[in-house]
């Protein structure tokens, strides 16, 4: 093992130099703006299908019901068509980032990067333009492929260029993005809601701004310098290494990205490397880490909270409002993320999310189950109750699970399976929320209250995972987190030597296991 030990190793954080520098915070905040895109979406679907314009054009059924049907108010957008407009997305993105992993694999991430909002961009314009339903859901498979190759590429560059000292706060910029653009299709969705007829439009069509502002930007950011050296231009990575850290003292850390790179390449087919035994303890986490985070029940909230706050008899303009209420304290919560995560770590961070999450769950479903019925709307008092908890639920998650689950995947797989692991984390999550997406108001509907029990129950499950399971990955740069965590953790520990790497393979992971 003499032969590949590196230099430097005992004093990480003097050895890895790197300060803030303006290219690289450009850089950052350039590429998180393809959370834009994915937050835009999750935010303008609810109030959009709660538009009369929209469901006269559209839907003309669910239309009906809602002016005429003297209907159970749980049930009242209970349709399958009307859920099929908001998860298709979903499925398109889903499969896509198969492609797009296959993308930052050969090409690069900038590129996947700069593809992701072309695609968005023509979905924008063939929603805008749509005529028919068909139109409209075209429109929206091509939307769902720009957000599954943003939501591929975006969060591995982010982890890749940062320092690792802050590649938790760099990383949560994606998050970050993605509650902003919640918020501004919030704000959009209410003034919409008051143009009659084709106020839809209009909140469909400015999805077009994070496109654009994405693809002329990131003309301005690099490449990655693990992409490039694992492309085999070890100098322009050297180069772009010593640009975004402002130094020319880099070596340390770029002979670590080289020898991760060299015991990449030592991998005949990286694809089929994530079905070792070695990968499974990332394999599990990253996809786990999806399935939890959407059955936190969040999307039920976001999507949904104008359609659910009407539901319980808000009118339509304070249910949007109330809603944007929601998506303030949700950003809030991702910029104290941001600022926490490096310090207090991940795993504190998630505990706390689950124990104010589970609380908050529970207790709208007390008070629904308690004050709510069938026909009548809340009383004042009980639905500023559900819009508390709402509030306290969101924030719990927007520090905890909403940035997380995509940063810890971005982070803990190794270079020859980073790109293919992570994405089938990130195709997790969009199937994870295609399936809340495309029943949570059927839920609504059968279970009543009890949807907000089922989804304490699964918080209070994700919870006991992670404090058994979850290992610490705060302050380890992600080259070596095979010989420091998973060679190390209790558990995780009996799937690393499965025999799949080779010996010099080894020999490169193990120089870091101090
Ligand atoms: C999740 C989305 C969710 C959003 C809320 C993201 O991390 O993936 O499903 O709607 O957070 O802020």
């Known amino acids: 093992m003499g ?45 959009v299908t709660s538009m009369d314009g929209f469901l006269l054009k559209f839907f003309p059924s669910v239309y009906y019901k809602k002016k005429h049907a003297k209907e159970d108010n749980y049930c009242k957008y209970d349709d399958h068509k009307l859920q099929l407009f908001t998860s298709s997305l979903y499925l398109a993105a889903l499969v896509s980032c198969f492609f797009a992993s296959a993308m930052c694999q050969r090409f690069g991430r900038k590129i996947t990067i700069q593809i992701s909002s072309v695609f968005f961009f023509i979905g924008v314009i063939l929603n805008v333009r749509a005529g028919d339903l068909h139109m409209l859901i075209a429109g929206r498979i091509l939307l769902g492929i720009g957000v599954g190759f943003a939501n591929q590429a975006v969060p ?47 909140s469909l069509g400015l999805a077009g701004v994070p496109a654009l502002i994405l693809c002329i930007g990131s003309f301005l950011i690099t490449e990655t310098p693990t992409s490039l050296i694992q492309h085999g231009r070890s100098a322009d990575g050297l180069e772009v290494l010593k640009r975004i850290r402002g130094t020319h003292n880099v070596e340390a850390e770029f002979q670590e990205i080289l020898q991760a790179s060299e015991a990449a390449s030592l991998v005949e087919r990286p694809f089929m490397s994530i079905f070792h035994r070695s990968s499974f303890p990332q394999l599990v986490i990253g996809s786990l880490l999806q399935f939890f985070q959407q059955f936190t029940g969040i999307n039920a909230i976001m999507f949904y909270a104008p359609v659910l706050f009407e539901a319980i008899g808000f009118k339509s303009n304070a249910s949007l409002l109330s809603s944007v209420t929601i998506g303030i304290v949700n950003l809030i919560g991702s910029v104290i993320s941001l600022l926490a995560v490096d310090k207090v770590g991940r795993k504190l961070l998630l505990l706390e999310g689950c124990l104010q999450m589970f609380l908050s769950m529970a207790a709208i479903g007390a008070v629904l189950v308690t004050n ?113 965590v998973w060679k190390k953790h209790w558990y995780w520990k009996r799937y690393m030597d499965d025999g799949s790497r080779s010996l010099k393979m080894e020999a490169l992971y193990d120089a870091y296991s101090y």
Request: glycine content about 10%; hydrophobic content about 55%.
């Open 372 to 484: 709510g019925q069938q026909n009548q709307p809340l009383d004042n008092d009980s639905a500023m109750g559900v819009v508390m908890f709402a509030a306290l639920f969101v924030s719990g998650f927007a520090w905890s699970w909403g940035p997380l689950a995509w940063l810890i995947p971005s982070e803990i797989f190794p270079l020859e399976t980073r790109t293919a692991g992570y994405a089938v984390a990130v195709s997790s999550n969009m199937l994870f929320t295609f399936v809340i997406a495309q029943i949570y108001l059927s839920m609504l509907c059968r279970m009543r209250a009890g949807v907000f029990f089922f989804f304490s129950m699964w918080i209070a499950i994700m919870g006991i995972f992670v404090a058994v399971f979850l290992p610490e990955t705060k302050n380890i740069p992600m080259d070596e987190m095979v010989a420091r």
């Open 3 to 47: 032969g590949f030990v590196i230099t430097g190793v005992p004093d990480r954080q003097t050895k890895f130099e790197g300060k803030i520098t303006f290219y690289l915070v450009i850089c950052a905040v350039i590429a998180a703006t393809g959370g834009l895109m994915f937050g835009y979406d999750i935010g303008i679907s609810g109030g």
């Open 156 to 202: 591995l560059f982010l982890s890749e260029i940062a320092p690792f000292h802050i590649r938790g706060g760099l990383n949560i910029l994606f998050q970050l993005n993605i509650t902003i653009g919640i918020l501004v299709a919030n704000i959009v969705n209410y003034y919409a809601s008051k143009v009659p007829l084709n106020g839809w439009k209009f």
